[in-house]
C-alpha cells in the first residue's frame, strides 16, 4: 500500500534524475562499444606490452632540461601533436595512444636508464624519443636486448641499422650527396672548405663529403677544420677562408657555436649573399638563435623547410602552431619526430598487432602520404626514403626553397667507396 | 668485546643495519631493473666514502673525484669494450677487431695503450693503480708545497674539465662525447641479462662493504686521529714533527681508489662509460652526495647517495620538466637546516633517544640483559 503511495509521489524532476542515472552506466559503456570492431587485446599484444582494450602506451624520450632541451623540445612538441591527432581519429587498432613522458636530461646514460624503465617497467609499445648521436648510441643496446621499438628523428651519420630502430631523419648520403651536386652544378664550384664540430655526427659527414667532392665532383677539398662543441672562436677558420677562397664553405658545426661563427663571419665581412655556404646543421629553429640577419643568403640542405607549399604542410604548420603557440618555428628534426607516431600507428594497422617483431618486420614499405615534407616510405634498412632539398635563409628565419630532388632518394646507411 | 680496530659497538649495528638493507630488503623488494638501479647509485657511494675519509676526516676537499670515477670506469670499459669488437662482432666495418669509434675516426690499427686492457689482471691492476698514482703524483705536486684549501679544490676542478676536455678531443682514442657504449660481455659472461645483474649487485656490495672496512679501520687507526688532528689544527701536528703532506697524499690517494672501484663496478652495472662522469659537474654532484648524507659519518655518506639518486630518478620520473627545481630545493634545506647532513639529524635527535631508551631500560635491571640491547633487538 504505502509502495503504491510512495510511487505516486515522484516528482517529475525525480523521475528524471532517476532516468538520468540509469543512463550513466550506458554512457560509460558506450565508448567500448564503438570500438567494437578493435581487435581483442590478446590478439594484437602477445608479448605482454602495455596495451589494454581502450588504451595502447608509447614512451617519449628526449631531454626536457640541460643543454639539449633547447633542440629536443621540438621533436617533444611535435610527438605529442600527432599522438594528440592519431587519438582524435580514433587511435590505433581502436585503442587511444597514451604516452609516459621521461626527461633524457641532456645526459646519455639518463637515456639509456629511462629507455630501460620504459621498457621493462612501462611496457611501453614503442619509444619516440632520442637526438644526438650519443644519446641513440647509449640507448640501442637497451632497445636491442629488451625488443623495444624506437622511432629516432634526427638527421645523423649513418653506418648504422638496427632492427628496433626506425630513423625517421636522413642518414648522411641523403642529406649530403644531392646538395653538393645541386650547389657543384649551379655555382660551378670546385674548391670546397669544411667546418665542422668535433665529434662523430661531422666527422662521418665530412668524411663522406670529401670523398664526393674528390672523387665524383671531381673537386678539392682546400680546407678541413674541426671545433670542440660549444666553441665560440672562429676567427682563424675565417682568416684560412679567406686565404684560401674556396668555391664554397659546408659547415657542419652544430648548437650554440652557429650563433658565433655566422656573426663573425659576417664581422670579418663575408658576404653569404656572394660566398656560397653550405651547411647541413641549420635549421629554423638554430636561426632563431642565430638571427635572419646574421644568416641570410646562406643555402642549407634539408628534407624539410617549414615554408614547404604542399597541402599536407599548409594543415601541418598551423595545427602546431595552434597548439603551441604563434612564435614556435618548425625546423627539419621537430617534422621527423611528427612523422615517428604516425608511421608507428601505419605499421601497426599493417602488421595488425602491437608486437615489436611483427612491426619491425612489417615497417618496410609503409608510406606515409600525409606527411608534411610530401610522401615518405620505410625502407628495407629502416631508414626513410625521402627527398633532399636545399633552401635559401631569408632575413626572417625562414628559408626559401631552391631545389628539391625530382625524385625520392634512397637510403644508404653503409655507403661503398664513401668509407 | 665488540670494541675493536674496524668498529665500536654503535658502529657495528649500523653496519649490520645496511648490510641487512642492502643484501636482504632492497633485493627482496625490488624488482631487476630498481635492483640495477641501486646498484648504480652505489658506485656513487665509494665515491662518497672516499669523500668522507679524505674531506670529512682529512678536510681536503675535492672537487674533482670524476676524475678518478672516469679513469677507474674508464679502465674497466676499454677492457669490456676489446671484448666486445671481435673481428666476428665487427666484421661490418672497415678495420674490424677494433672498438666501432676508432674505425669511425679513420684509425686502422689498435693504439698501444690499449693492447694491454686484453688482460683482465692488468685492468684490475690498472683500476685500482692508474687513479691511485695520479692522485699521488697530483697530492706530492699540491701537498709538498703545502697547496691547500680552496686553492686545492679548484685545481682538482681544473684537471676534471681537463680531462673532460682530453677524452673529448681524442674521440678516436676513447670515444669521444659518445662515450664507450654497448659493452656486452666480461670473460665471456654476459653482463646484459637479469640474472647477470643481480650477480653484479651482490659482488658489488660486497667490494662497498670491504671499502666500508678499509675506511673503519683507517677511521679507528692513529692514522686516522692524525687527519682529524690535521683538519683543526694543521700547524700543531707539523710542529710535532708528523709529516703533514704525505699524510693528506694517503687521504687523498685512497679516496681516488674508491672512486676508481666505484667507476669500475658503473662500467660493469651500466653498461657504459662516458666522459659526463668526469667533468666539473658529475664532481660536484658526487660532494653533494657526501654532504647530504653527512661528511663525518661513513654510513651517512652511503644513505646520502642513494636518497639523493633515488630522488633524482623518483622527481624526474614524476615531473621531467620540473625536476630540477625539487632536487635543488632539496639539497638547499639540506644544507641551510642540517649542516652535518642525514649522519647528524640521526646524530642530534634520533640517536639521543635512543640512547636515553637504553639507558632508561639498564637502571631497571629485572629481565633485560646487555645482549639483547647489543644485538639492536627491539623491546617487546
Given at each position: 500500500m504505502s509502495d503504491e503511495a510512495n510511487k505516486g509521489l515522484l516528482s517529475p524532476l525525480r523521475r528524471k534524475l532517476l532516468m538520468g542515472m540509469a543512463a550513466v552506466p550506458a554512457i560509460t559503456m558506450l565508448p567500448p562499444a564503438s570500438f567494437a570492431q578493435a581487435p581483442a587485446t590478446s590478439a594484437v599484444n602477445t608479448?605482454?606490452?602495455?596495451?589494454?582494450d581502450t588504451e595502447v602506451t608509447v614512451g617519449i624520450l628526449h631531454?626536457?632540461?640541460?643543454?639539449?632541451a633547447i633542440s629536443e623540445t621540438g621533436s617533444i612538441e611535435a610527438e605529442k601533436l600527432a599522438i594528440e591527432q592519431i587519438n582524435a581519429m580514433g587511435g590505433v587498432l581502436g585503442r587511444k595512444i597514451k604516452f609516459i613522458q621521461e626527461d633524457g636530461a641532456s645526459d646519455w646514460p639518463t637515456f639509456a636508464e629511462k629507455a630501460k624503465k620504459l621498457l621493462?617497467?612501462?611496457?611501453?609499445?614503442a619509444i619516440m624519443g632520442c637526438w644526438t648521436s650519443a644519446s641513440r648510441k647509449a640507448v640501442l643496446p637497451v632497445m636491442e636486448q629488451y625488443n623495444g621499438m624506437l622511432y629516432y628523428p634526427t638527421f645523423y651519420e649513418g653506418l648504422e641499422q638496427s632492427k628496433?630502430?626506425?630513423?625517421t631523419g636522413q642518414e648522411a648520403t641523403q642529406q649530403i650527396l644531392a646538395g653538393l651536386n645541386w650547389i657543384a652544378k649551379e655555382k660551378g664550384a670546385k674548391t670546397f672548405f669544411f667546418i665542422g664540430s668535433d665529434y662523430i655526427w661531422p666527422r662521418t659527414s665530412n668524411k663522406i663529403a670529401r670523398k664526393h667532392v674528390e672523387?665524383?665532383?671531381?673537386?678539392?677539398?682546400?680546407g678541413e677544420e674541426y671545433y670542440a662543441l660549444?666553441?665560440?672562436?672562429?676567427n682563424s677558420v675565417i682568416n684560412k677562408i679567406k686565404l684560401t677562397k674556396p668555391d664554397v664553405i659546408f659547415t657542419d658545426v652544430v648548437g650554440g657555436s652557429n650563433v658565433a661563427f655566422y656573426k663573425q663571419l659576417k664581422a670579418a665581412g663575408i658576404d653569404l649573399a656572394k660566398q656560397p655556404l653550405l651547411t647541413i646543421s641549420v635549421t629554423e629553429d638554430e636561426i632563431d638563435g642565430i638571427g635572419g640577419e646574421n644568416i641570410a643568403g646562406a643555402y642549407a640542405c634539408m628534407?624539410?623547410?617549414?615554408?614547404?607549399?604542399n597541402p599536407n604542410n599548409k594543415a601541418f604548420v598551423p595545427a602546431f602552431k595552434k597548439a603551441w603557440g604563434e612564435k614556435t618555428v618548425i625546423g627539419d628534426v621537430t617534422q621527423a619526430a611528427y612523422l615517428g607516431p604516425w608511421l608507428w600507428k601505419l605499421t601497426v594497422e599493417k602488421a595488425g598487432s602491437f608486437d615489436v617483431d611483427k612491426i619491425a618486420a612489417a615497417s618496410p614499405g609503409v608510406e606515409f602520404k600525409g606527411a608534411p615534407e610530401g610522401y615518405v616510405r620505410i625502407h628495407e634498412n629502416h631508414h626513410l626514403w625521402s627527398k633532399t632539398r636545399v633552401g635559401r635563409a631569408k632575413l626572417d628565419g625562414q628559408f626559401e626553397l631552391i631545389y628539391e630532388t625530382a625524385d625520392l632518394v634512397e637510403p644508404d646507411p653503409f655507403p661503398k667507396g664513401y668509407q | 668485546m665488540t670494541d675493536n680496530r674496524f668498529f665500536n659497538r654503535s658502529e657495528l649495528i649500523g653496519i649490520l643495519v645496511l648490510a641487512v638493507f642492502l643484501v636482504v630488503v632492497l633485493p627482496l623488494t625490488l624488482d631487476v631493473f630498481r635492483l640495477n638501479l641501486v646498484a648504480k647509485y652505489l658506485t656513487y657511494a665509494f665515491v662518497a666514502l672516499g669523500l668522507v675519509i679524505c674531506?670529512?676526516?682529512?678536510g681536503i676537499l675535492s672537487l674533482g673525484q670524476g676524475v678518478f670515477f672516469g679513469l677507474g670506469g674508464y679502465c674497466m670499459a676499454m677492457f669490456l669494450k676489446l671484448e666486445a669488437s671481435s673481428v666476428e662482432n665487427t666484421?661490418?666495418?672497415?678495420?674490424?677487431?677494433?672498438p666501432d669509434f676508432m674505425d669511425w675516426n679513420q684509425i686502422t690499427a689498435l693504439p698501444f695503450f690499449w693492447?694491454?686492457?686484453?688482460?683482465l689482471t692488468f685492468t684490475i691492476a690498472a683500476i685500482i693503480l692508474v687513479p691511485g698514482i695520479f692522485a699521488w703524483i697530483i697530492g706530492t705536486a699540491m701537498f709538498k708545497r703545502r697547496v691547500g684549501g680552496t686553492y686545492f679544490a679548484i685545481i682538482t676542478q681544473a684537471v676534471a674539465a681537463i680531462l673532460t676536455i682530453l677524452i673529448v678531443g681524442q674521440q678516436g682514442y676513447t670515444?669521444?662525447?659518445?662515450?664507450?657504449?654497448?659493452?656486452r660481455t666480461l670473460k665471456g659472461w654476459d653482463i646484459r641479462p637479469d640474472h647477470a645483474k643481480i650477480v653484479l649487485y651482490f659482488f658489488e656490495v660486497g667490494c662497498l662493504f670491504v671499502c666500508i672496512m678499509i675506511a673503519q679501520f683507517v677511521r679507528h687507526s692513529k692514522l686516522g686521529r692524525i687527519l682529524v688532528a690535521m683538519r683543526e689544527k694543521e700547524d700543531r701536528v707539523r710542529f710535532s714533527g708528523y709529516s703533514v703532506a704525505n699524510f693528506k697524499i694517503f687521504a687523498f690517494c685512497i679516496a681516488a681508489m674508491f672512486a676508481a672501484i666505484g667507476g669500475a663496478m658503473f662500467a660493469l652495472n651500466v653498461g657504459f662509460m662516458s666522459p659526463s662522469f668526469v667533468g666539473i659537474v658529475p664532481s660536484i654532484e658526487m660532494v653533494i652526495y657526501t654532504a647530504v648524507g653527512g661528511r663525518l659519518s661513513i654510513l651517512g655518506a652511503i644513505y646520502g647517495t642513494l636518497l639523493v639518486n633515488f630522488a633524482k630518478t623518483s622527481l624526474s620520473e614524476t615531473f621531467?620538466?620540473?625536476?630540477l627545481f625539487g632536487l635543488g630545493g632539496l639539497f638547499i634545506a639540506v644544507v641551510l637546516?642540517?649542516?652535518?647532513?642525514l649522519a647528524g639529524i640521526w646524530g642530534d635527535y634520533v640517536q639521543p633517544r635512543i640512547d636515553r631508551l637504553i639507558a632508561s631500560r639498564k637502571s631497571?635491571?629485572?629481565?633485560?640483559?646487555?645482549s639483547s640491547v647489543a644485538d639492536g633487538a627491539p623491546a617487546e
Open positions: 608479448t605482454g606490452l602495455a596495451v589494454t631531454s626536457a632540461t640541460g643543454t639539449m621493462v617497467n612501462d611496457k611501453v609499445a628496433n630502430v626506425i630513423y672523387n665524383v665532383l671531381k673537386g678539392k677539398v682546400v660549444g666553441s665560440t672562436q672562429f628534407k624539410y623547410f617549414q615554408s614547404l607549399d | 674531506w670529512g676526516y682529512g666484421k661490418i666495418q672497415s678495420t674490424p677487431g677494433i693492447k694491454p686492457f686484453n688482460s670515444g669521444g662525447i659518445n662515450g664507450m657504449t654497448d659493452l621531467p620538466e620540473l625536476w637546516a642540517f649542516p652535518n647532513g631497571k635491571p629485572d629481565g633485560w640483559t646487555d
